[in-house]
């Protein structure tokens, strides 16, 4: 089946930026949408953004808006998100999500395949 796997975070501080990427293992991967996730401890997984795959059309979670941008990249067969002015707040692990199925682009039960997560800390 495809594989996702998450790379690009790290330790920032509040103001700073962090570019992660999503690369999947088959370029024939066939999908309707990829999407991010977040989770922080103790907290349920929160939809961060989305892309649908036909039309580029983009969503993002309202903590998120203005500051993050969702992107995709075929020629190196992965989707981004570019963080910008992080916050403490955004501190997380992030999830790539992707779906072959229709559904909702905002929900992660619409989604099949998930990669294993990258830390994201930001300090205050």
């Known amino acids: 089946q495809v594989q996702l796997a998450e790379s690009g975070g790290g330790l920032v501080q509040a103001g700073g930026s962090l570019r992660l990427s999503c690369l999947a293992s088959r370029r024939t991967f066939s999908r309707t949408a990829m999407a991010w996730f977040r989770q922080a401890p103790g907290k349920e997984r929160e939809f961060v953004a989305s892309?649908?795959?036909?039309?580029?059309?983009?969503y993002y979670a309202n903590s998120v808006k203005g500051r993050f941008t969702i992107s995709r990249d075929n020629a190196k067969n992965t989707v981004n998100l570019q963080m910008n002015s992080l916050k403490p707040e955004d501190t997380a692990v992030y999830y790539c999500?992707?779906?072959?199925?229709?559904?909702?682009?905002?929900?992660?039960?619409?989604?099949?395949?998930w990669g294993q997560g990258t830390q994201v800390t930001v300090s205050s």
């Open positions: 892309l649908r795959w036909n039309d580029g059309t983009t």
């Open positions: 999500a992707g779906m072959l199925g229709l559904g909702s682009l905002l929900g992660d039960s619409s989604y099949e395949y």
